[in-house]
């Protein structure tokens, strides 16, 4: 084992992955200015919607038989399939063919 290569303990620490520094745990705050509460609003129903807060919400509202539940997730995952393919269908149509 070479130990010419090792690292200075506070260097280690520092070598996080990227996924790891950007969470943050906590409540989620949006500061009001100029007492301009409707932007703040604004703000923070954007922030919830990119979240997905909002869209929890909403399937929690109302309780899911065990089969409308498997129903709804393989439509869910149909519809992510067709939008991927569409992204595809889009990148192919935008290249150049020779």
Not at 37 to 65: P, T
């Amino acid at each position: 084992m070479n130990n010419n290569n090792r690292k200075p303990a506070w260097k280690q620490r520092d070598e996080k992955p990227q996924a790891q520094r950007e969470t943050k745990l906590g409540p989620l705050e949006v500061e009001v200015w100029n007492n301009d509460v409707e932007q703040a609003y604004k703000i923070f129903k954007m922030r919830l919607a990119r979240d997905g807060i909002l869209a929890e919400l909403k399937k929690r509202r109302h309780a899911l038989k065990p089969g409308d539940a498997k129903r709804a997730k393989h439509r869910e995952a149909l519809k992510k399939l067709r939008k991927s393919r569409g992204k595809k269908a889009r990148l192919r149509m935008g290249t150049k063919q020779d």
